[in-house]
């Protein structure tokens, strides 16, 4: 090889190198991390800005909110034309803060909003959606559902409950059909869901985190409600280094404006509850690079799931709340109803509460195969005793 190939190679690999360090690599399975969402699209309506909101059907007017404030920008052209805004609370109220001369209606169907507007010419086109102020707000936590009736139960329990929206910890993909199905019942769920990636929705076979992009939002975003800060943070496939990607970019922009009145809703826990076990974020540097870059955010309550289990725990200044039961695993293994949701209120200038609610799910919804199997596991390896003396403590 001539010197002048080997230095080109190594210029290269050089480049490639320093590319791949600076986007991030994900692994398992050894990837790139993915490209951020576009925030701008041009249509034949003419150009449109979404903010806490994304496309869900390409060449189509389809969007979803990824917060419960989303707002839409318009430079309309002339004409009629339609769209519609999935994953908004029947609460919200509609803002326009700019809609020039032109018709605008709009339907409320569930929680999907089909605005038609009828323009006489191009002009500029404001709105958004606006959560009344109440005294109290809450909301539910849960994760490790699935795609099937147990999905279906979590999202009415945290309808009946009193939530005004749900946060989703991630693992609604264990099977067949569970990605098409979560996603559907998501779109069509009873109360808006913001949903955190969780490793069995990042890769399965291959690479398939694709769908959660195109359909349900961001692997990470924060937004503000009633001065609390909500922060999803990307713990499906470990991260290096630590602190790249667009996990990294974000937890620096919110260093600018620190809080102490902030949430972070992820996958995988910082810690195992379980004795003997650790179901963590595995990356080298990970933990000790999140813990630190949280608390230059201000801190806060750290949401998890991954494990199948309930509790809470301190960790590194961080309370963090471990809610994995959408299965209602424990219930099958111990044949009693003992499996819980979390429930949070939030409130003004009042620190943000959490409290534990019985999941209550139906014997009728528990058609988990994966936990059939842990129940046939915990017998072989006589693990029910554990789980008995967990919930006598
Ligand atoms: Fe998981």
């Not at 929680?111 to 005294?135: C, F, M, V, Y």
Request: aromatic residues 10%.
């Amino acid at each position: 090889m001539t010197t002048r190939r080997k230095l080109i190679i190594t210029g290269s690999l050089a480049a490639l190198g320093l590319y791949s360090y600076n986007r991030g690599l994900r692994y398992p399975r050894l990837s790139f991390e993915p490209l951020a969402h576009a925030t701008a699209l041009t249509d034949s309506i003419g150009d449109v800005t979404l903010v806490d909101a994304i496309q869900i059907e390409q060449d189509a007017l389809c969007f979803r909110a990824i917060a419960p404030e989303p707002k839409i920008s318009l430079y309309a052209n002339k004409g009629k034309f339609a769209f519609y805004v999935n994953n908004i609370s029947e609460d919200a109220v509609l803002d326009i803060q700019d809609k020039g001369i032109c018709d605008l209606e709009e339907e409320v169907r569930g929680i999907d909003r089909h605005i038609t507007i009828e323009t006489a010419n191009s002009q500029t086109i404001n709105i958004g959606w606006k959560l009344p102020t109440k005294e109290q707000t809450k909301f539910a936590v849960i994760g490790d559902t699935g795609g099937n009736s147990e999905l279906d139960w979590c999202l009415t329990r945290a309808k009946s409950l009193g939530a005004q929206f749900l946060l989703h910890l991630g693992d609604f993909n264990y099977g067949l059909d569970d990605y098409e199905n979560a996603i559907s019942k998501f779109h069509t769920a009873p109360l808006p869901c913001y949903i955190s990636i969780g490793n069995h929705d990042f890769h399965d076979s291959g690479l398939i985190y694709q769908q959660f992009l195109r359909q349900l939002g961001p692997m990470n975003n924060a937004f503000t409600l009633n001065g609390v800060r909500f922060v999803n943070l990307d713990t499906a496939a470990d991260f290096f280094p630590a602190g790249s990607g667009n996990r990294g970019a974000l937890l620096n922009t919110l260093a600018q404006s620190p809080t102490e009145r902030q949430i972070f809703f992820t996958h995988r826990p910082f810690r195992d509850p379980r004795p003997g076990q650790d179901h963590t974020i595995g990356g080298v540097n990970e933990i000790p690079w999140l813990v630190n870059a949280i608390s230059h955010a201000g801190g806060g309550h750290l949401l998890a799931g991954h494990v199948h289990h309930s509790t809470e725990l301190d960790f590194s200044g961080l309370r963090q709340y471990t809610v994995g039961e959408g299965l209602g695993h424990e219930d099958i293994v111990l044949q009693r109803q003992v499996a819980r949701i979390l429930v949070g209120t939030i409130e003004p200038e009042r620190p943000v509460n959490f409290e534990w609610a019985s999941l209550n799910m139906p014997w009728s919804l528990h058609r988990s195969h994966t936990h059939l199997l842990k129940l046939e596991k915990a017998k072989a390896q006589k693990t029910i005793d554990w789980y008995t003396k967990l919930h006598q403590a």
